[in-house]
């Protein structure tokens, strides 16, 4: 079980409950090899192309992708890309700043999203 553990935490994964179990814990190790695999070869369950320009100023936090669109003034858009593998649903959404900004940084240890602003004079 501690291997299996292990391989689970290289891999960025998680034990499901009832791991433990004989029956479900071969299944699991079956997926986890399978999903191993897959990496290497860099065989994806699924990808998406985002509409990005290249003076957009982005970030990736916490497994959800940031960017500022300059199509849209005042926009930043958020992105999480859903995973089956890990039950993760796809989730987008905008956020409206001021007009002008020079830029975005993000916490997420302390849940704060905060735009730098040029000076009024």
């Known amino acids: 079980m501690d291997s299996y ?3 689970l935490f290289l891999s960025g994964l998680e034990r499901a409950e009832g ?3 004989g029956p479900l814990i ?3 190790r079956g997926q986890l090899y399978g999903y191993q695999s897959r990496w290497l070869r ?3 369950a ?3 192309d985002i509409p990005f320009d290249s ?3 982005y970030d990736i936090v916490g497994g959800v992708f940031v960017w500022r669109a300059l199509r849209e003034a005042g926009t930043v858009c958020f992105l999480q890309v859903g995973s089956s593998t890990r039950g993760v649903p796809r989730l987008e959404w905008k956020l409206q700043c001021p007009e002008i900004f020079l830029g975005f ?3 997420p240890t302390s849940n ?3 735009t730098l602003t040029p000076q009024n004079k």
């Open 5 to 7: 553990n292990s391989e």
């Open 19 to 21: 791991d433990e179990v």
């Open 26 to 28: 071969t299944n699991r």
């Open 42 to 44: 860099l065989e994806f």
């Open 46 to 48: 699924s990808t998406e």
């Open 55 to 57: 003076g957009d100023s």
């Open 105 to 107: 940084k993000i916490d």
């Open 112 to 114: 704060v999203f905060v």
